[in-house]
């Protein structure tokens, strides 16, 4: 079974409208850590924000926010007023258990900004 | 300060050939990852260092692969008599290694390694 599991292969949003993209996750280990990674056409993958399965509140960061639904088993990203440059892949992963290294990857999802 | 840098960019070698990708962390971070991404696809664990301990190399696809992390810093994979399904992009990670949930992983810019 998926550990991650990104439904949208690919979105297309218009310029300054908010963008969802959903991750839901499987697992047993009630201590996890979630991240989500954005990936341009430049290959790079760039760490985008982290929620930990025993946070309070929705994790923010500038235009990215976490929607944190624990019992749903779902993280999804929303990027506020998005802009052409938020154009990329966008991967979601968790961290089961604290002493695990080990990331567990979605299939990512291809977000493209229309003009 | 610096990031992870990853060297060469482009490494494009004719099938047979071997080939060297090597990887700088971020000062500092005794975890270090190696990750295979090919076209289109999610990424592929291949191997992880953390200070001095014996690395996983759990996700090595093969024994033509190998990779070493010389004085807890500088890592090089090795790919021995390449293959055209070998080509793929290479990426580097590295994190502080400690042992909380929020140890996040920094990727460098990748390696593109094209096998003709």
């Known amino acids: 079974a998926q550990k991650i599991t990104q439904t949208q292969p690919g979105m297309f949003v218009q310029e300054k409208e908010a963008v969802t993209l959903d991750c839901t996750y499987d697992?047993?280990?009630?201590?996890?850590?979630l991240f989500w990674y954005k990936q341009p056409s430049s290959g790079e993958m760039i760490f985008l924000i982290y929620q930990g399965s025993y946070d309070q509140q929705n994790a923010t960061e500038g235009r990215y926010s976490l929607n944190f639904q624990k019992a749903r088993k779902s993280a999804n990203l929303v990027i506020s007023a998005s802009q052409l440059g938020d154009s990329a892949m966008y991967f979601c992963a968790m961290r089961e258990g604290w002493s695990n290294y080990q990331l567990i990857w979605g299939a990512g999802t291809k977000l493209i900004i229309k003009p | 300060g610096a990031g992870v840098s990853q060297s060469p960019s482009n490494k494009v070698t004719e099938k047979g050939k071997d080939v060297e990708l090597r990887c700088d962390p971020i000062s500092g971070h005794t975890a270090l990852y190696w990750y295979r991404q090919s076209l289109g696809q999610g990424l592929e664990f291949l191997i992880y260092?953390?200070?001095?301990?014996?690395?996983?190399k759990s996700g090595l696809p093969s024994d033509r692969f190998s990779a070493e992390r010389t004085g807890g810093s500088v890592s090089t994979l090795t790919i021995q008599r390449t293959q055209q399904e070998d080509s793929a992009v290479y990426l580097c990670?590295?994190?502080?290694?400690?042992?909380?949930?929020?140890?996040?992983?920094?990727f460098g810019p990748g390696t593109r390694l094209t096998v003709l």
């Open positions: 260092f953390q200070g001095n301990s014996a690395p996983d």
């Open positions: 697992t047993s280990d009630p201590s996890y850590g």
């Open positions: 990670a590295s994190s502080s290694g400690s042992s909380t949930s929020t140890d996040t992983q920094y």
